[in-house]
């Protein structure tokens, strides 16, 4: 089946620092979701992108749909200890189809 | 601002024994998810429904479980019976439109 990779797999920054973070598949999605979960409670939605090279921001949060369309990013700036928690990404390739998430990136934020 | 809701939070009972899962979506959402979590995993699909009907359950483990929403709005997900291995995160999700869902907080089932 789909499979999404997530790089890195887990980062350790300094609180200010700003963070990149991607992910990757081998189909085409037409569809990218990024969520974030804290410890013992669901996922929340951050951004949603619905077309190729489309750039979306979200406070400190900004979401590149990859011209590709196999690839999106995700990236925060001066990052803030809230930030700390697991973020996913989750491709959907045809519209009403099922969403196939990526393993998650573990973000720790150091103060 | 509206939000799914799911109980019990966390449940934990012996293997062979059933339990339920139940999830309220966001009034209006017409589809439902059932997603499973592994520790250290993303969610993964477990059944969808449109309105009263399965959309997809290819990844149900039908002997075991079974997923209702009879009157299209609220979900019932049961296990019958618990397997050691069924200890996850049991999430419910929502969408009006079919490219976003939004997640309730999860039923962390136990088995032992």
């Known amino acids: 089946g789909q499979q999404l990779n997530q790089s890195p797999q887990s980062m350790f920054i300094q609180e200010g620092e700003d963070v990149s973070m991607n992910c990757t598949s081998s189909?085409?999605?037409?569809?990218w979701l990024w969520y974030k979960q804290d410890p013992g409670e669901g996922p929340v939605l951050l951004i949603a992108?619905?077309?190729?090279?489309e750039l979306t921001s979200n406070g400190r949060l900004t979401a590149q749909f990859g011209i590709t369309r196999k690839d999106s990013f995700l990236n925060i700036s001066a990052s803030i200890p809230s930030d700390v928690g697991i973020y996913f990404c989750?491709?959907?390739?045809?519209?009403?189809?099922?969403?196939?998430f990526g393993p998650g990136t573990r973000l720790s934020v150091l103060p | 601002e509206a939000e799914v809701a799911q109980s019990p939070r966390y449940k934990i009972t012996e293997k062979s024994q059933a339990v339920a899962f139940w999830c309220d979506p966001i009034?209006?959402?017409?589809?439902l998810y059932w997603y499973r979590q592994i520790l250290g995993q993303g969610p993964e699909l477990l059944v969808q429904?449109?309105?009263?009907?399965?959309?997809?359950d290819s990844q149900l483990p039908k002997d075991r479980f079974s997923a209702e929403r009879l009157k299209g709005v609220d979900s019932t997900l049961k296990i019958q019976p618990a397997e050691l291995g069924d200890s996850a995160m049991y999430l419910c999700?929502?969408?009006?439109?079919?490219?976003?869902?939004?997640f309730g907080p999860g039923t962390r089932l136990t088995v032992l």
């Open positions: 999700a929502s969408s009006r439109l079919v490219h976003e869902q939004f």
């Open positions: 189909s085409i999605f037409n569809t």
């Open positions: 992108l619905y077309k190729a090279g």
């Open positions: 989750a491709g959907q390739n045809n519209y009403g189809q099922n969403f196939v």
């Open positions: 009034s209006g959402h017409a589809t």
């Open positions: 429904f449109q309105d009263e009907s399965v959309v997809d």
